[in-house]
């Protein structure tokens, strides 16, 4: 009896394995055939196509890094294939951005990681003297994390530093109360943040 079973339920898991494959499993495979061939060529453009594919899911992953909206307002829908071509021309990481609106009020945040670009951020929350060199700053702390807040006019922008590989930047725009960027930054799941990005 467990043999008949046993052989009616392997074709269906075999029937399942080729449902799910898709176009990234396909190009490895086209790729591993073409290595196997010596055609270097052809395997390095299949891989290069698998790699692109992989890295539109890792962006699509990453997306959902960024909080929720909040009650009352609205995320927008960013495609952040464009902020990574970006990053590969400034030297590599990962650049997360989402924006949030309720009415007038706009509310912008960006999450850049295993950047070069944050050697400088880095060095001015170490130095509390170039910090106070940059006009409507102070210094901001939220939780463990080091960081900054600057006010100019209606737009507030608060900047932290996670593990001193990830910065989070939260920009106000015409905010009735500022405390809801302190909202937006208890949304966000830190651990799943670090977890994910370094």
């Known amino acids: 009896m467990k043999k008949i079973l046993l052989s009616a339920i392997i074709p269906l898991v075999l029937m399942h394995s080729v449902v799910i494959a898709d176009d990234v499993t396909d190009q490895i495979k086209a790729g591993l055939t073409a290595y196997e061939d010596k055609d270097y060529r052809t395997a390095v453009d299949e891989l290069k196509f698998a790699v692109a594919q992989l890295e539109k899911l890792k962006n699509t992953q990453n997306q959902t890094l960024l909080p929720e909206a909040l009650e009352g307002?609205?995320?927008?829908?960013?495609?952040?294939?464009?902020?990574?071509?970006?990053?590969?021309?400034?030297?590599?990481?990962?650049?997360?951005?989402?924006?949030?609106?309720?009415?007038?009020?706009?509310?912008?945040?960006?999450?850049?990681?295993?950047?070069?670009?944050?050697?400088?951020?880095?060095?001015?929350?170490?130095?509390?003297?170039?910090?106070?060199?940059?006009?409507?700053?102070?210094?901001?702390?939220?939780?463990?994390?080091?960081?900054?807040?600057?006010?100019?006019?209606?737009?507030?922008?608060?900047?932290?530093?996670?593990?001193?590989?990830?910065?989070?930047?939260?920009?106000?725009?015409?905010?009735?109360?500022?405390?809801?960027?302190?909202?937006?930054?208890?949304?966000?799941d830190f651990a799943k943040l670090k977890e994910a990005l370094l």
């Open 73 to 188: 307002w609205k995320a927008e829908n960013k495609d952040n294939n464009d902020n990574q071509m970006a990053m590969a021309m400034l030297g590599g990481g990962t650049s997360i951005k989402g924006k949030y609106t309720r009415k007038a009020e706009k509310i912008e945040i960006e999450v850049l990681a295993n950047s070069p670009l944050l050697a400088m951020m880095t060095m001015m929350l170490n130095n509390p003297a170039m910090m106070a060199g940059q006009k409507n700053t102070e210094p901001f702390r939220y939780k463990k994390a080091k960081g900054m807040k600057k006010k100019n006019g209606k737009t507030i922008e608060i900047t932290l530093l996670l593990a001193g590989q990830i910065m989070i930047k939260v920009v106000g725009k015409n905010l009735e109360d500022e405390k809801v960027l302190k909202e937006y930054l208890n949304a966000f």
